[in-house]
């Protein structure tokens, strides 16, 4: 079973969350602000999904910003900035769907299609 990990005012989510029921492909929803991922959650994530940390982070939320990570991340170590992103579900890219062989950051159409080409209907 997939996780969903969202945000249910984000429209990015939304979106998201049609294209897996369109798809007819089966996923748990957890809201990233009132269950907010651990470290050890996002740790895992980080390694399973082979992206840089910075795709973790929600670049263009208002935490972000506010705590002008821009400027922080560079000089930050990977054990930091998972500490950081473990401290607000806000400061996470969203929403994060999150199998057993793979983690998905963001909702890009093209990257998630492979679910409903391998047939990731549970």
Same mark, same amino acid.
């Given at each position: 079973? #997939?996780?969903?990990?969202?945000?249910?005012?984000?429209?990015?989510? %939304?979106?998201?969350?049609? =294209?897996?029921?369109?798809?007819?492909?089966?996923?748990? @929803?957890?809201?990233?602000?009132? +269950?907010?991922? $651990? #470290?050890?959650?996002? $740790?895992? =994530?980080?390694?399973?999904?082979? %992206?840089?940390?910075?795709?973790?982070?929600? $670049?263009?939320?208002?935490?972000?910003?506010?705590?002008?990570?821009?400027?922080?991340?560079?000089? @930050?170590? +990977?054990?930091? @900035?998972?500490?950081?992103?473990?401290?607000?579900? @806000?400061?996470?890219?969203?929403?994060?769907?999150?199998?057993?062989?793979?983690?998905?950051?963001?909702?890009? +159409?093209? %990257? =998630?299609?492979?679910?409903?080409?391998?047939? +990731?209907?549970?």
């Amino acid at each position: 079973m #997939l996780t969903f990990i969202g945000y249910p005012k984000c429209t990015t989510c %939304q979106k998201a969350r049609a =294209w897996l029921d369109t798809h007819h492909i089966e996923y748990e @929803m957890r809201d990233i602000k009132m +269950e907010r991922p $651990t #470290l050890d959650e996002l $740790t895992a =994530w980080y390694r399973l999904s082979g %992206q840089p940390l910075k795709k973790f982070f929600n $670049t263009s939320g208002l935490l972000y910003k506010a705590m002008e990570l821009k400027n922080k991340l560079p000089s @930050m170590s +990977e054990e930091e @900035m998972l500490v950081l992103l473990s401290t607000d579900g @806000m400061l996470v890219k969203r929403p994060l769907l999150v199998g057993k062989d793979r983690v998905l950051i963001g909702f890009k +159409e093209s %990257q =998630w299609s492979v679910l409903a080409d391998n047939g +990731e209907k549970s």
